[in-house]
């Protein structure tokens, strides 16, 4: 499913036009975005929690030339599902 299909989805469902369907999207997304960014975890209860790993510095490969290189530490969006989430998926299969 892409986002106008999610959109079209949450739209049919709520009666809301899909123009403020997509607009409390984008909304939310930004914020999500905003937060992880800052080093903060948004926390949807039920669902999931979005936050920011950081991985430590490894040596690697270029695996062109075979040298050897140095990768840098960076921080890295996560998500962890929630219990109701996992739940959820698991029952469908």
Not at 46 to 52: A, I
Not at 59 to 66: E, L, M, V
């Amino acid at each position: 499913m892409i986002k106008r299909e999610l959109v079209s989805e949450i739209a049919n469902k709520t009666r809301a036009s899909k123009k403020q369907i997509e607009l409390m999207m984008d909304s939310m997304l930004d914020i999500i975005t905003e937060e992880v960014g800052s080093g903060n975890k948004v926390q949807i209860s039920g669902f999931g929690t979005f936050y920011s790993a950081h991985r430590k510095a490894r040596n690697g490969i270029n695996p062109n030339t075979k040298e050897k290189i140095q990768i840098e530490g960076m921080d890295l969006p996560k998500f962890k599902p929630g219990t109701n989430f996992k739940k959820s998926v698991l029952k469908q299969k």
